[in-house]
């Protein structure tokens, strides 16, 4: 039997009083890849993110998560498939607690959890630690933590919950270049993960930098000023004229060993 999308949107609009946030949005996921999504501030990317958690409702379109349509299916139910890493969640943790109650916390949506951990509960969050490569993290508080780390022990939080879907909202906003490039090594050796109670969900990673795409990721989005610029396999979509489209400069895009850099020209002096 043939799996339904992983995302379907059709025609999705949203405004607010005068102001049209996103444009006539279309977009599907099929199960099997790995989506990144780019574009300049205000392009609509965090909107579009709100529509498909339930937090922003659509003006018209439709919205298909896992073969369940918005409006018609119990969106706090269907928010617990999804898992999303996000500046919003990191802020929030608990200083004290320790990385392995972080996530096993994730199981139950529940920042800082006061709850009793079972031994089934604590297996799984050991199991996923190692997943994350961070099983020697397990003891150590949030407020010792790398940023890096963090980000890594955000995902396992995701993971605990079984989600089909994981989103990665700018996951290497502060951190310094190393550490990003071990992050974003650690989420190809994630999204390359296959088999078992560790296969990997379905990614996507919003971001404004293309050196963050990995080799991982199989397709793209592009959006600007609340449309869709261009979606599809990223060997397609990247180009430097979409980009230069989307950021609103001249821009010249390189690709090498499944890695992209992004030049931007700079802008003409303005004669006085």
Known sequence: MKRPPVLNVTKLRIERGDTVILRDVSWRVQPGQHWAMIGANGSGKTSLLSALTGYLEPTAGEIEVFGERFG???????????????????????????????????????????GEITPADRKRGEQILRQIECEH????????????????????????????????????????????????????RLGKTGRGAEAAPTLVLVTHHVEEIMPVFTHALVLREGSVLAAGQKERVLTSKTLSEAFGATTRLQASDGRYTLTVAPSAKVVM
């Open 137 to 188: 993290l397990a003891a150590r508080p949030w407020r010792v933590l790398s940023q890096g780390e963090r980000q890594r022990v955000l995902i396992g939080r995701a993971l605990m919950a079984e989600p089909k879907l994981l989103i990665l909202d700018e996951p290497c906003a502060g951190l310094d270049p190393a550490a990003r490039e071990h992050f974003l090594q650690f989420l190809q």
């Open 72 to 114: 018609e299916t119990d969106w706090r139910e269907l928010r617990k498939r999804i898992g999303m890493v996000s500046s919003a969640v990191r802020q929030r943790m608990a200083e004290s607690e320790p990385a392995l109650e972080s996530v096993i916390s994730g199981k139950f949506a529940m920042i800082d959890y006061w």
